[in-house]
Structure formats: structure tokens, C-alpha cells
């Protein structure tokens, strides 16, 4: 089974602009998720639709190409990106790997994880998750929570906190029960990434605003692997000061 690994990354943000080209030591942010994802895959793609972004992977003899600028997630330049890669270099793959370009600090072990799910060949969607050990983090509407069933199915993803406990405090929730937090990296067979970015956002998502719920609405199958590792995004420049003290990177 073939992969490709394609990394979102926009100039554009308002909490922190610019910072896929942020200097982490002596090497940009997009450099850093790029040189992991590359550890474990063959192929490996910065889509970009910013030309200092483009030059800047380019520098570092990085695979990148330009998408355009209206898309609504980094799922939706995924495909574009796909397409493109597929009509000019022509390289044939089987699975999308959607890595975030705002995680520097990303493990390859996460990666291999997730490619992991797609011997199973009814795996359509993957993604990871991460088991909570903080009790602040199930009340944390910034850190979704996902509930699964026996085959590591994705029944549910949501800002609240899932399942509710009943009959317990909800300072004694964590030790009554076994809350996970959505890891946000995707992977996509090629064919079902091109049927789930036709799709309309639908009412969870509306509600919500998370767009694996459109999948779900949808009957698509997401499958989830257990990391142990965190995901350490960066969304803003307090957030790289805080890796940065917290000995990122290794």
C-alpha cells in the first residue's frame, strides 16, 4: 500500500501570522513537521497557498504546491493538493496522510501508528487518540473528547465532555471512567477523500464546529488508534514559548 503524506499550511492566522515560517532554533516551523513525516514516508508535500511558504520549503528541498485560497480546512486543500500531485509528478498512492502544519514537535510514531489502521481494509478514515489524564482536560472545550466502540470505531467526537458520568462529582469523573481526547491528524483512502470534501457541513458540525462530524453524519467509518503521545500545536506565539521551555525540541 502506497502513502503520501501532505502537510496544510496557510500564512494566514489570527492569532499568530506567519508562523509556519517561524524560526524553531535554526529552521522554519514547516521544516520541522516536514522532516518527521519524511522519517516515515516515502512521499511527503507542503500545500501552500502563500508564496513565502512555497519558497521557504523550497529552500529546504521540500516537495510543495500551490492550492488555492478559499478552502475551509486544511481537508479541503488536501485534495487539491492530491489532484495536483497526481496530474504533474504523477506518483500513485492509496492513502492520504493529513499532517498539521502548526505541529513541529509531531512523533513519527504517530504517523506509523495511524498508517497502521489501513491493513485493515475496511478502514476508510483514521485518526488517533489520546487517553486524559488531566481531569481540566475533559471540561476543555478546546480539546475534544471522542467515544468508540469495541472495534475502534468513532461513535462521537465533541467539545463537552463524553460520556456524561452519572451519580459521581465531576471531580471524581476521571477515576470513575476512561476519557480520550481527539488527536488531530487524518488519514484517507484517495477515494474517500474526494467523496467526504463534496460533502455539506451538516448540523453536529454546525454545532460543534468540528468537521469529522460531517463525516460521521455521512455513515463514513473513522477508525482511531491510541497514541501515547500529546499533540503540541501551536496556535499562538505563547504556545512555541511554552514548548520551547518545555525542552521542544529534543
Known amino acids: 500500500m502506497d502513502f503520501i503524506g501532505i ?4 500564512y494566514q492566522s ?3 501570522p506567519g508562523k509556519p515560517l517561524v524560526l524553531i532554533k ?3 516551523m514547516i521544516q520541522w513537521v516536514y522532516e518527521a513525516a519524511q522519517r516515515v514516508l516515502d512521499e511527503v508535500y507542503v500545500a501552500t497557498d502563500d508564496e ?6 523550497k529552500k529546504f528541498n521540500g516537495n510543495v504546491v500551490m492550492t488555492g485560497t478559499e478552502h475551509r480546512s486544511g481537508t479541503d486543500r488536501c485534495r487539491e493538493a492530491m489532484e495536483s500531485i497526481e496530474k504533474g509528478p504523477g506518483i500513485g498512492f492509496d492513502v492520504v496522510v493529513n499532517i498539521q502544519g502548526d505541529e513541529p514537535f509531531i512523533e513519527s510514531k504517530q504517523i506509523e501508528v495511524l498508517m497502521s489502521c489501513f491493513v485493515d481494509e475496511s478502514t476508510e478514515i483514521a485518526t488517533l487518540v489520546k487517553a486524559i489524564d488531566n481531569e481540566n482536560d475533559i471540561f476543555d472545550i478546546n480539546k475534544p473528547k471522542v467515544v468508540f466502540d469495541n472495534t475502534n470505531r468513532a461513535l462521537m467526537f465533541s467539545r463537552s465532555p463524553i460520556p456524561y458520568v452519572m451519580k459521581r462529582k465531576k471531580e471524581e469523573w476521571l477515576l ?3 476519557f480520550y481526547r481527539h488527536i488531530g491528524i487524518y488519514a484517507y483512502r484517495r477515494e474517500v477523500l474526494q467523496k467526504i470534501t ?3 457541513p451538516g448540523k453536529l458540525e454546525n454545532a460543534e464546529s468540528l468537521e469529522q462530524l460531517r463525516w460521521l ?3 463514513f467509518n473513522i477508525r482511531v488508534m491510541e497514541t501515547e503521545y500529546d499533540s503540541l500545536g501551536i496556535d499562538t506565539p505563547e504556545d512555541l514559548q511554552k514548548a520551547l521551555k518545555m ?4
Request: aromatic share 10%; no cysteine.
Open 176 to 178: 470513575s471512567h476512561r
Open 217 to 219: 453524519e455521512n455513515g
Open 7 to 10: 502537510i496544510p499550511a496557510r
Open 26 to 28: 535554526d529552521k522554519p
Open 247 to 250: 525542552g521542544f525540541p529534543k
Open 198 to 200: 463534496a460533502l455539506q
Open 14 to 16: 489570527t492569532r499568530f
Open 52 to 57: 513565502r511558504i512555497f519558497d521557504a520549503v
